[in-house]
């Protein structure tokens, strides 16, 4: 009684927050000038256009009469582009986006400028990249090749956002831990039941790793959003080939499946992201415009955030067994805590870019919301097919269907600004996914009585109490 008064008003908190959102997306709508500009910007940079413009920009931003500009001060985002294989003004481009989605030109000091020149506010600024920061400068527009510019001159060193910097350490922190926690879950049974009982586990990998994918990209592409928000398309991929997290093994417990093939799943597909997420992330988003896959840093990441910490819970678990039970129960609810901060944070440190109701529209909620639904349903569909019983189908449909949206999320933060995702499209993309698989996954345990009803305990449930009573 009490788990189904718990799921009901965590169902109806779900989707009151989802409404909020959706009703403080639709109140203002503005346009994004420089977007157009900076695709224009990536598209020299990745060598298809002419570097002369960069070479201009960076001259003339230098011969402007700063003693003419007005002195502003604005929230926003410090970001860099190079081309590969050229020298000097013609090889770079500073920008500076400000919350609003104005873009402008950064004047940098040149190589032939004294080193003092160079210190104060332009001093290290490199390592400023990626963070949400406050720019005091001077402001001017000109116009260069025809077209109009604005461009801008620091007066002082840019500071990083207190909050920016908490969340992004938050971030880091919280999914260490979460896979801290799911390993502490784990035991080597859990990798054998792949050999002991394979049609269950190979039917769920099958179609995390090979439909999920293929529905993302086709959904990217069948709503036009591979070519009209590219990172958008990219976004719907990184979720897709992420692994299953425990929010899955959660919702199978709630919905009377087969807990221990969910966990069997999670672990098998969380080891197989190391190879999997980098290659079928470059694989769909190979011929993306303007986007390129990063695979090193995906794959560092990985290592780093999943693979060390889940060897480490597991670790303790063949350890210290009783310590591991125990704390169990902590880092489950640490697991929903911290999806959860991460999505509110990141909606409440990024609220100017759902304003964009033209990119993150009704179109775009709904092809969120159909990744996570297509996903249960096909979870629902194939594994009978393979007369899989309905306890393990219950598990899979919730495994397919639900993905570690922390771990995406942390994917997109750190690796945007070297894809050049202006407007972290690929960060919304993740986190409006995880609050809604949340209603998906609810509404799925709400049918599964009716299309896949259960008696008794699974053939997995009831092995492993009996080895827990043997022990």
């Known amino acids: 009684m009490k788990q189904t008064v718990f799921t ?3 169902s109806k908190k779900m989707l009151l927050c989802m409404a909020c959102l959706v009703l403080l997306t639709g109140l203002i709508s503005p346009v994004y000038a420089g977007e157009e500009m900076y ?3 990536m598209r020299i940079s990745s060598g298809q256009g002419d570097t002369s413009l960069f070479e201009k920009l960076n001259t003339r931003s230098r011969e402007l009469d700063w003693n003419a500009a007005k002195e ?7 970001r860099l582009l190079k081309v590969k294989g050229v020298t000097g003004d013609a090889s770079f481009i500073y920008m500076v986006r400000d919350l609003e989605g104005r873009l402008h030109i950064l004047s940098v000091p040149s190589d032939d400028e004294s080193l003092e020149s160079a210190r104060g ?3 290290d600024l490199d390592k400023l990249m990626g963070n949400k920061l406050v720019f005091r400068v001077q402001e001017l527009e000109a116009i260069v090749a025809g077209e109009t510019y604005s461009f801008a001159r620091l007066l002082e060193r840019p500071q990083q956002l207190a909050f920016d910097r908490i969340f992004k350490i938050s971030i880091v922190l919280m999914l260490f831990f979460v896979m801290v926690g799911m390993g502490l879950t784990l035991t080597l049974a859990d ?3 792949v050999f002991q009982k394979p049609k269950g586990i190979l039917t769920g990998a099958g179609l995390q790793w090979l439909l999920m994918p293929l529905v993302a990209a086709g959904l990217g592409r069948l709503l036009g959003f591979y070519d009209a928000y590219p990172f958008i398309f990219v976004g719907m991929v990184l979720i897709a080939v992420s692994p299953g997290g425990v929010t899955s093994n959660l919702m199978t417990y709630y919905a009377k499946g087969d807990l221990a093939l969910s966990v069997s799943l999670t672990s098998f597909s ?3 992201s190391l190879v999997f997420t980098p290659l079928l992330l470059a694989f769909y988003c190979a011929n993306v415009p303007e986007v390129t896959i990063p695979v090193g840093m995906v794959v560092q990441t990985i290592i780093v955030l999943v693979i060390i910490p889940l060897a480490a819970g597991m670790t303790v678990r063949a350890r210290w067994p009783k310590f591991a039970l125990k704390a169990t129960p902590f880092f489950s609810v640490l697991g929903i805590i911290a999806l959860l901060f991460l999505i509110i944070a ?4 990024n609220l100017e870019v759902f304003t964009d109701t033209d990119r993150y529209g009704f179109k775009f909620y709904s092809m969120v919301f159909s990744l996570t639904l297509l996903g249960m349903v096909a979870g629902a569909v194939f594994p009978k097919l393979f007369r899989l019983s309905n306890y393990q189908t219950r598990a899979i449909s919730l495994e397919t269907g639900l993905r570690n949206a922390s771990l995406a999320m942390a994917l997109a933060l750190l690796i945007q600004d070297y894809m050049g995702d202006f407007y972290s499209s690929m960060f919304v993309t993740s986190a409006m996914f995880g609050l809604l698989m949340y209603i998906a996954g609810f509404a799925s345990i709400g049918v599964f009585n009716k299309i896949l009803p ?3 305990e699974p053939e997995y449930e009831m092995k492993c109490n009996t080895e827990d009573k043997a022990k």
Request: proline share 3%; hydrophobic share 40%.
């Open 8 to 10: 009901r008003l965590f």
């Open 39 to 41: 695709r224009t910007f």
């Open 72 to 78: 502003t001060e604005f929230e926003g985002t410090l």
């Open 121 to 123: 506010p332009y001093e």
């Open 191 to 193: 990798f054998k039941r």
């Open 270 to 272: 969380t080891v197989l």
């Open 346 to 349: 990141g909606i409440l440190g």
């Open 454 to 456: 259960v008696i008794g």
